[in-house]
């Protein structure tokens, strides 16, 4: 792959871990939720899972926290969001990996998580990135191949000298693989696909295959 110039990351699964998300959407939310319906805890989070999957990781209004506060009349997201800041952590191999890549490759993120979400969780990285894309704030939509080939032509290359690894197989692997992206889907439950990376250490040896 000597042509790549160009290593893009999914960001959350990938860079940083779920916690934030996962305190978020099913503890404060739900919490609120509870209150606002005077219900019992688990019956709320049961309750908005349910909410949750009724829309769908497919749609636009899945990803954004104010579309939920809105609907639910859960109030200002603002405390929440804050009271959740501290989970946001890396995993552990994310910085040595970065460290290596970096000076070898343009480094950019491409997410579909909301910018102001993004920022504080990859505040720790940030200085690895020439860009962050996130395709929910910047384009109005879902990872799909415009999105894509939208980063493609921003950043002056072509599909072919990206690489993109990411932790959701459609997202991540097949929507960029159609647009000729060198997409790498990463599994980190461990049980490897054929192909697919358990963590990012492998990445870097992948991209002088
Ligand atoms: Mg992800």
């Known amino acids: 792959m000597s042509r790549i110039k160009v290593v893009s990351f999914d960001a959350e699964g990938t860079l940083v871990t779920p ?11 739900p919490a609120l939720y509870a209150q606002k319906h005077g219900l019992e805890f688990e019956q709320a989070r049961r309750s908005m899972i349910d909410k949750y999957a009724e829309v769908g990781d497919q749609k636009i209004e899945w990803y954004n926290i104010r579309y939920w506060f809105d609907l639910l009349a859960l109030g200002d997201p603002g405390p929440a969001i804050e009271r959740c800041l501290d989970k946001a952590s890396c995993y552990p191999e994310v910085n040595e990996v970065l460290s290596s890549l970096k000076g070898k490759y343009q480094m950019v993120v491409s997410s579909g998580t909301p910018i102001d979400f993004l920022n504080h969780l990859l505040r720790d990285i940030d200085p690895f990135f020439s860009h962050v894309f996130s ?20 950043l002056k290359v072509e599909p072919g000298e990206v690489a993109h690894v990411g932790d959701s197989r459609q997202f991540d692997f097949l929507i960029p693989q159609q647009i000729g992206i060198n997409a790498f889907y ?16 492998q990445l870097e040896s992948r991209l002088q295959d």
Not at 135 to 154: G, V
Not at 186 to 201: I, M, T
Request: glycine share 4%.
């Open 19 to 29: 916690d934030f998300s996962e305190a978020i959407w099913q503890e404060a939310m």
């Open 135 to 154: 395709s929910t704030s910047h384009y109005q939509q879902i990872k799909c191949p415009e999105f894509y080939l939208a980063i493609c032509q921003q």
């Open 186 to 201: 990463l599994d980190r439950s461990g049980k490897e696909r054929e192909g697919a990376l358990v963590n990012l250490s």
